[in-house]
């Protein structure tokens, strides 16, 4: 499988404080993107960094990128409880397509 | 409409039989993708239009699975002589087609088969 894996599959925290999630990959990217995904249905973008890019930033979001590791993370800083979902990475490799794949997910839980 | 739409949002069928699911991808978005969620699992790559062809169908899990798009624009997923395993949300995502590639989702086909 080309899928990605997030760590850690589940994360609880208080209002207020950082979230991190990592997404690590198995070839080389063309670019790597962030999507969120409420109670089951449609995955929303929020963030996509590429591959010659190391970090980006929107708003309370933070992405990192590390090409040597394969690995990127996802910070959410002072997290609201509407910070609540499920979080995937996805790549989208290089060659004849742009199929875009997504990895397991990181459900977050955001308590008031 | 401003965004993808899928229909049915919900379908409930025996087993054995065929269901259609549709996907009007958002207008002049040249991609677009179907995936599968099962429940509390990631996303699973099922087939990938650009255009009116399909450059990767790879994820298709069997022959009873069958997608076309037609015209550009709106797509449909066919399962034929439809199995328990089937039973699993179908989203939608379309996309300009840039090597970008930033997916603008539906709200998902629910199938339940009994």
């Known amino acids: 499988s080309q899928q990605g894996e997030e760590d850690p599959q589940a994360l609880s925290i208080q209002e207020g404080e950082n979230a991190t999630m990592n997404c690590s990959y198995k070839t080389s990217i063309n670019n790597l993107q962030w999507y969120r995904q409420n109670s089951g249905r449609g995955l929303v973008h929020l963030i996509l960094i590429r591959s010659n890019e190391r970090e980006k930033h929107s708003g309370r979001l933070r992405v990192t990128l590390d090409t040597s590791k394969k690995s990127s993370s996802l910070l959410i800083t002072a997290s609201r409880a509407a910070d609540t979902a499920s979080y995937f990475c996805a790549t989208v490799y290089g060659g004849a397509t742009n199929k875009l794949i997504f990895g397991t997910g990181t459900l977050l839980a955001v308590q008031p | 409409g401003a965004g993808v739409s899928q229909s049915p949002s919900n379908k409930v069928t025996e087993k054995g039989k065929d269901v259609e699911l549709r996907c009007d991808p958002i207008?002049?978005?040249?991609?677009l993708y179907w995936y599968r969620q099962s429940l509390g699992q990631g996303l699973e790559f099922l087939i990938y239009?650009?255009?009116?062809?399909?450059?990767?169908k790879s994820g298709l899990p069997s022959d009873r699975f069958s997608a076309e798009r037609t015209g550009g624009s709106v797509s449909t997923l066919t399962i034929q002589r439809t199995q328990q395993e089937d039973s699993a949300v179908y989203l939608c995502?379309?996309?300009?087609?840039?090597?970008?590639?930033?997916?603008?989702f539906g709200e998902g086909s629910r199938l339940t088969v009994l």
């Open positions: 995502a379309s996309s300009r087609g840039n090597p970008t590639g930033e997916l603008f």
């Open positions: 239009f650009q255009g009116n062809s399909a450059p990767d």
């Open positions: 207008s002049g978005h040249t991609a």
